[in-house]
């Protein structure tokens, strides 16, 4: 069974920093470009950072270059996302997703396998 855990979101100041994690297992996670996808309320997912499988290749949307990073670690089938600057408008939940592609697709929908999801909320 695949599963994807989103871990480390909760409740942080602006311009403080999270790390959030994602676990995978009942896949060959190393096979797979990962990504950070986020959907704040009435909004729609808005991708964030993937990284290609061997982890030497990543990219971010504008609004978050800079501040998040994205990274993975194979041999314990985890990435991570590391958020530093925050600020209010990155309040969401933050979803982890997997695709079986070289590439590192912008597009969530090329993503087929997700995690539940875990709440961040930026605020004073």
């Known amino acids: 069974e695949v599963q994807l855990v989103e871990s480390g979101g909760g409740l942080v100041q602006p311009g403080g920093s999270l790390k959030l994690s994602c676990e995978a297992s009942g896949f060959i996670f190393s096979n797979f470009t990962m990504t950070w996808v986020r959907q704040a309320p009435g909004k729609r997912l808005e991708w964030l950072a993937a990284?290609?499988?061997?982890?030497?290749?990543?990219t971010y949307t504008d609004s978050v270059k800079g501040r998040f990073t994205i990274s993975r670690d194979n041999a314990k089938n985890t990435v991570s996302l590391q958020m530093n600057s925050l600020k209010p408008e990155d309040s969401a939940v933050y979803y982890c997703a997997a695709a079986l592609l070289s590439a590192t697709p912008r597009s969530p929908p090329e993503y087929g396998y997700w995690g539940q999801g875990t709440q961040v909320t930026v605020s004073s």
């Open positions: 990284i290609n499988s061997a982890g030497d290749s990543t």
